[in-house]
């Protein structure tokens, strides 16, 4: 190899690196502006304050600790809810010990009973041994919640308790997470829809409800600028450190992106945050409708044959959204008895 030859690959290695810190830099500054005020938002953030502020029982009053149910299409925002929640309460570092009133943990996927105390620990930065026993799990998980103050457990990805493809409901771990509400630990059940199942499918749960919230769709509310979702599009472009981002409020752009979202405000923030990564790719420093088209195309759905990149189309006059089957439920058959922790429960769409 040349010494051109290499200098040149230096560059292009420098100049990659460049962009990349760019790239990183605008997300950064993009994550900490995206704070949004909304009523919608706002109810959720209070209800979860006072599921905080109910706190574990006091001594002398024996009553267990409540439950709190948060649930909403994939991308509807709850990670950004929840995920402010714990911000407002961090972890706080004292001599002796290290104190987390709040701590975040997902259901795995499996749901079995070790496996989410293992979320858990590592929730609570504690790392445990591959080999250890559930009953070493457990013995580690109630001396780190009581040493450190856990006063309330966000479990996040609930629906993974619902097994929808053998039908199965994991009653032993949703048991479980009833004894950890009697020992004074208020739950937050988090996930999709789905998770309300297994929510009211265990009765003492939901009896201690301190209340429900879905994270709903905004409407499309046409071109009137003060529909909340043009507000909303409205309050989050000038966050994109792009140059021409009004673009997001021009002509029919808004409603084009209300089609790519499906009207969540997850769904909103994630498109944008993949606009910021994608103009970084490009190495371009102001926003086009090339630069939307891209973005959507990486977003294609490949399960869905008639699948439109709405940035692509010339009109939306003849575009006929997707309509979506939101007309399924469930119920659990559970023969003539109660069930225990080993049974599984059939569920059947309707």
Do not use: C
């Amino acid at each position: 190899m040349t010494h051109n030859a290499v200098d040149h690959r230096a560059l292009a290695l420098r100049q990659r690196q460049d962009a990349l810190d760019r790239t990183k830099a605008m997300l950064a500054q993009f994550r900490t502006n995206i704070y949004l005020n909304h009523p919608q938002l706002e109810a959720i953030e209070l209800d979860l304050e006072g599921v905080l502020a109910f706190g574990p029982p006091e001594k002398g009053n024996p009553q267990p600790a409540r439950t709190y149910l948060l649930v909403g299409a994939s991308g509807a925002g709850k990670s950004t809810i929840l995920h402010r929640f714990l911000a407002r309460h961090p972890p706080v570092k004292e001599v002796l010990r290290d104190l987390m009133e709040v701590v975040y943990a997902e259901v795995p996927a499996s749901a079995t009973r070790s496996g989410t105390i293992r979320a858990i620990l590592e929730g609570l930065g504690v790392s445990p041994k591959a080999r250890a026993t559930e009953a070493d799990l457990t013995r580690s998980l109630v001396h780190y919640l009581r040493g450190m103050g856990v006063r309330v457990l966000i479990l996040d990805e609930a629906q993974h308790l619902m097994d929808w493809k053998t039908g199965r409901f994991a009653y032993d771990t949703a048991d479980w997470l009833k004894t950890l509400s009697n020992s004074g630990l208020s739950i937050v059940i988090a996930g999709t829809p789905e998770a309300s199942m297994a929510y009211h499918l265990n009765e003492q749960l939901g009896r201690r409800s301190m209340g429900q919230a879905e994270i709903e769709s905004f409407p499309w509310g046409g071109p009137d600028p003060q529909s909340e979702w043009m507000m909303i599009v409205e309050a989050l472009a000038p966050k994109i450190p792009l140059l021409n981002a009004s673009l997001l409020l021009e002509g029919d752009i808004p409603h084009r992106l209300h089609l790519a979202t499906a009207g969540y405000l997850g769904r909103l923030v994630d498109f944008m945050a993949l606009i910021i990564m994608e103009a970084g790719k490009q190495g371009a420093t102001a926003m086009d409708r090339h630069l939307l088209m891209a973005v959507e195309q990486r977003r294609r759905d490949l399960d869905d044959p008639e699948w439109v990149n709405v940035f692509a189309l010339v009109s939306l006059a003849d575009y006929e959204a997707p309509v979506r089957d939101t007309s399924r439920r469930t119920r659990i058959r559970r023969g003539r008895r109660l069930p225990r922790q080993e049974d599984v429960g059939h569920l059947e769409a309707v």
